[in-house]
Structures are given as structure tokens and as C-alpha cells.
């Protein structure tokens, strides 16, 4: 149950709204505790005042034996209220007068009880207060115990006491009343708003769910479907549309891969057809002619020589794909390479009666992989040459500009169509399939300049076809100059 996100968001929403509420509620119980403390307080003191104005006036008007207690017990009927209980002592502490004995205790229950004032702790607080001008304290007794405020004063030249206790019961009710309050508001609201909450996650997870119910149906059947994206701009619009990217760029690559199987078996059915074709006509027939079965013999080995070259195509681009190729590199020279290359391709260029030259270039030393770097210059000589009519010219050139070897093959064929050229590089294109099958010069299946761009990648370089037109095409092979040493083995 915890393992479900909307349990766990419920979880913590409730739990830290909870504890918000208790930390609210209880520093709102202590700041009220504090304002009806103070409230008490200056209500005692102001209370004092206006008993010794009262107090005063009627001492001036007493003429009995003991004025003073008789205006104190004046004083006293006219401001008592029911919760408070008045005491006036003289100099030395001895009480004069007390409400307690003025006004007879009723049966009340919030009566002050008629053992207040020789309780032990009013004792205890008229000791503390015996210092001090004016002093707050608590004496213990009735209900809820009592506020207490004592005051010294002066009358007629004698000293006085007067002590003023406040029941706390009034006061200790309405706080028990904001307790129980919050005692039941609190569990009400954390109940109401974790199953809001649980609503709201389940609301705002649906999408999620729904989601991972459409993506569990995606499979490699299906994997043109895609996910329902419904609010573009939200977070999980976001991922919706993540996943969808991820799904176009895994159905491109199937198709890639569909493709390339296609290509591939299509690729390697037609060397294979032949070659059966051919042993099956050179066993057909009991006795034929040592020079038919050596023409028998000499296409198969022309056809086995084309299949073995489309699958070491296949097999480095499939490494390539793989990351499996490790590249050998080593220091040597590239006009050197070239000139070797040229050297090699001399032979095609001869029978196709085109002319094959290299313009000396200055000393290339670079560090790279030497027999990558020979196949992708063969690659394109043999392309210049193949797809150049009888009587042309094949020039190679190989500039350094800018930290970079510049390699160009230019021939004088007849060019690619402009609308085709960005396909060339792709993995069996070829722009006139039907001329490239039937030449008899081994013609490619279409993976050589797929390859050669490999290669030139491999090397943190590009091969860009720079020019073609009806005069002819230029493939230019970049790469860097310096890839990785700095000094050069002479
Ligand atoms: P292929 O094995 O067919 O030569 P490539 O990958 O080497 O395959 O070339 C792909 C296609 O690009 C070729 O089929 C051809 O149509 C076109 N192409 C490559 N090089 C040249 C060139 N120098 N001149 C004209 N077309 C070319």
C-alpha cells in the first residue's frame, strides 16, 4: 500500500498538516493564555485603584470607632463581585477586614471556600508579597485556584495591606473550552483534508495511470501508437510527449533496421541466384567443354568474390553500429596513402581508358587508422573511376587548411541528381541501381560511401560530397590534422 505514490502523498500531506494545526493550535492556546493572564492582571490592578478611591472618600465621611474598617467594609460591598475576595491587613500584617467575613459565603460552587484566606498557600503568598510594593502571584483554593495581587497603601499616616483575589475558574472554563475545541476541530480537518488529498493525488496521478496502461500496450506491433498528451504544457504533458519522442526515435531505428535486414537479404539473394544458377548449369550437362566449365567456374568466383565483399561491408557497418570497431591508429603519412591508392586503382582506371592523377601534395603526416583510411580513399576512387564515363579524368588532391586535412577526389562523370544527393550516403542507396548491378566491375551494393563516412567520423572528420554537376562530382574527406600527437616519428 505504501509502494502507491497517492498513498504516500496522502501520507505526508496529512501528516504535515497535522503537524501545522497542533503547532498552531498550541501557540494559540499559550498566546490567549498570556493575553487573559495579562487581562487579569491590569483588571486587579485597576480594581485596587478604584476600592482605595472609594476607600478614601468614605474614611473622610466615617466617624465610628473604627472608621478605617468601616469605609474598608464600604469599600468592599461596593466593588465585590462574586469570584473575587477582598482582604485589607495593617502594617504589621494583621488582617483588618475580608470579604470572606463582610459578605457571608453562599453555597455557590464558585464561592470562594470560607478556609481561603488561613489556607497555607495564601500564607505562603502574602510572605512572598511582604517585599514588594505591588505583587502578582496564585494561591491555591476553590475550583481553579485564584489570582492574587497585593499592594501596599497609606491612609491617614498608617500603612495598609490590600489583597485582591481573582478566581481562575471563569477563565480556566474558556481555556478548557478552546482545548476541547481544538480537541475536535483538529482530527475533523486532518480527516476531511487527507481524504481530500488522497482525491486530489488519485486526480492528479490518473493521467500517470492512464499512461502506463496505454504504454503497456505499445509493443513492437504497435509501435506506431502513441501516448494521449493532455495538457502540452504540464509536467506530465511533458513526459507524455518525452515517451512519444522516444517512441518515434525507436520506430525509426526498427525501420532502419527493417530496412537494412531487407536490403541486406535482398542484397545477398542475387549473388547467391547466380551462383546456384551457374553450378546447377555446370552440372546439368554430363560432358561440356573445359573452357565453358572454367567460364562456369569463373563467374562463381566473381560472385563469390561480390558476396564476400557485401558481407565484410556488412559486417563493419554492423560493428560500426555497435560501437565494436576498434580503430588501430598509427603515425604515417596520407599523401603517401594516397599515392599507394592510386597506385592500386591505376589498374580500373586503365580498362575504363580514364586518366588517374595526383596533384603532389606537401609531407601529410597524421595518426590515424591506416587501413580504415586506405579502404575509404579506395572507396572513392573506385566510385570516381566506376561512375565515370570512358575517357575521363580522376584528379586527387589532399590540402591542409585550418588544423585539417582537405582530401578531394573529383571526377568527370555525369554527376548525381541534385535530388538524390542526400541520399548517397545512405546504407544501399544507389542512384541507378540497374547500372551499378550490371557493370561487370563488382558493382557495390550500395554500402560504400555509407561506410566511407563511417570512416571519416570514426576519425572526428565528415565526407561531404562538395560538387556535382554535369561535369563531374567531388567528394571531400576532412580530417583533422593532428589527431592526438604532437610529434611526429621521423
Ligand atoms: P555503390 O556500391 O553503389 O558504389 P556507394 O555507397 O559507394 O555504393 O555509392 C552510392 C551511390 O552514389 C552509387 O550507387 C552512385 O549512384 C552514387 N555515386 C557515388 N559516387 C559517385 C560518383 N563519383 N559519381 C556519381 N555517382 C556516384
Redesign the pocket.
Known amino acids: 500500500m505504501l509502494d502507491s505514490i497517492r498513498t504516500r502523498l496522502t501520507l505526508w500531506y496529512t501528516g504535515v498538516l497535522a503537524l501545522v494545526l497542533v503547532v498552531l493550535s498550541v501557540t494559540t492556546y499559550f498566546v490567549f493564555l498570556r493575553s487573559v493572564e495579562r487581562r487579569t492582571d491590569a483588571n486587579l490592578n485597576e480594581l485596587s485603584e478604584t476600592f482605595l478611591v472609594t476607600l478614601r472618600a468614605e474614611l473622610e465621611d466615617q466617624t465610628g470607632p473604627d472608621p478605617f474598617k468601616a469605609a474598608a467594609q464600604v469599600a468592599i460591598a461596593e466593588h465585590l463581585f462574586r469570584d473575587q475576595v477582598y482582604w485589607v491587613a495593617d502594617a504589621t500584617g494583621k488582617m483588618i477586614v475580608s470579604s470572606l467575613e463582610t459578605v457571608p459565603a453562599s453555597s455557590g460552587k464558585n464561592s470562594p471556600p470560607p478556609d481561603l484566606l488561613s489556607s497555607a498557600s495564601f500564607q505562603e503568598f502574602l510572605k512572598a508579597a511582604s517585599h514588594a510594593e505591588r505583587f502578582f502571584g496564585k494561591v491555591r483554593g476553590g475550583r481553579n485556584g485564584y489570582r492574587a495581587f497585593a499592594r501596599r497603601f497609606s491612609a491617614r499616616g498608617n500603612n495598609y495591606t490590600l489583597v485582591i483575589l481573582q478566581s481562575l475558574h471563569a477563565q480556566t472554563e474558556m481555556l478548557e473550552e478552546v482545548t476541547v475545541t481544538f480537541a475536535w476541530v483538529i482530527p475533523i480537518a486532518i480527516l476531511l483534508a487527507s481524504v481530500g488529498g488522497y482525491f486530489l493525488a488519485r486526480k492528479s496521478l490518473a493521467p500517470v495511470v492512464a499512461m502506463s496502461s496505454q504504454a503497456g500496450r505499445i509493443g513492437a506491433a504497435n509501435l506506431h501508437e502513441r501516448l494521449v498528451v493532455q495538457n502540452e504544457r504540464d509536467e506530465l504533458g511533458l513526459l507524455a510527449r518525452s515517451f512519444n519522442s522516444l517512441l518515434d526515435r525507436l520506430g525509426e531505428s526498427f525501420e532502419r533496421q527493417r530496412r537494412f535486414m531487407a536490403d541486406a537479404s535482398h542484397e545477398l539473394r542475387t549473388p547467391v541466384a547466380i551462383l546456384r544458377g551457374e553450378a546447377e548449369v555446370a552440372l546439368s550437362q554430363q560432358a561440356r567443354p573445359v573452357e565453358e566449365y572454367r567460364e562456369s567456374l569463373s563467374v562463381l568466383h566473381k560472385e563469390a568474390q561480390r558476396l564476400t565483399h557485401i558481407v565484410e561491408d556488412l559486417f563493419t557497418l554492423t560493428r560500426a553500429d555497435a560501437g565494436q570497431y576498434p580503430l588501430q591508429p598509427s603515425d604515417f603519412y596520407l599523401d603517401e596513402l594516397i599515392v599507394e591508392c592510386v597506385h592500386s586503382a591505376r589498374t580500373l582506371a586503365l580498362a575504363k581508358k580514364t586518366s588517374l592523377a595526383f596533384d603532389d601534395a606537401a609531407e601529410a603526416p597524421i595518426h590515424a587508422d591506416e587501413s580504415l583510411l586506405r579502404r575509404m580513399v579506395l572507396?572513392l576512387l573506385?566510385?570516381?573511376i566506376?561512375?565515370?564515363p570512358e575517357g575521363g579524368r580522376v584528379t586527387v588532391q589532399c590540402r591542409c587548411e585550418r588544423g585539417e586535412y582537405a582530401l578531394s577526389i573529383t571526377?568527370t562523370?555525369?554527376?548525381?541528381p541534385a535530388e538524390?544527393r542526400p541520399r548517397?550516403?545512405e546504407r544501399f542507396?544507389?542512384?541507378?541501381k540497374a547500372r551499378?548491378r550490371s557493370e561487370s566491375d563488382g558493382?557495390?551494393?550500395?554500402?560504400?560511401?555509407?561506410i566511407?563516412r563511417w570512416i571519416a567520423q570514426a576519425h572526428q572528420g565528415r565526407l561531404e560530397l562538395t560538387r556535382?554537376d554535369s561535369t563531374g562530382?567531388t567528394?571531400t574527406a576532412y580530417l583533422p590534422a593532428n589527431s592526438g600527437r604532437t610529434e611526429f616519428p621521423s
Do not use: P, Q, V
Not at 443 to 450: E, H, M, N, R, V
Open positions: 572507396n573506385d566510385n570516381a566506376k561512375y565515370t571526377d562523370g555525369t554527376g548525381i538524390l548517397i550516403f542507396f544507389r542512384a541507378d551499378s558493382g557495390g551494393a550500395g554500402l560504400g560511401l555509407a566511407s556535382s562530382s567528394f
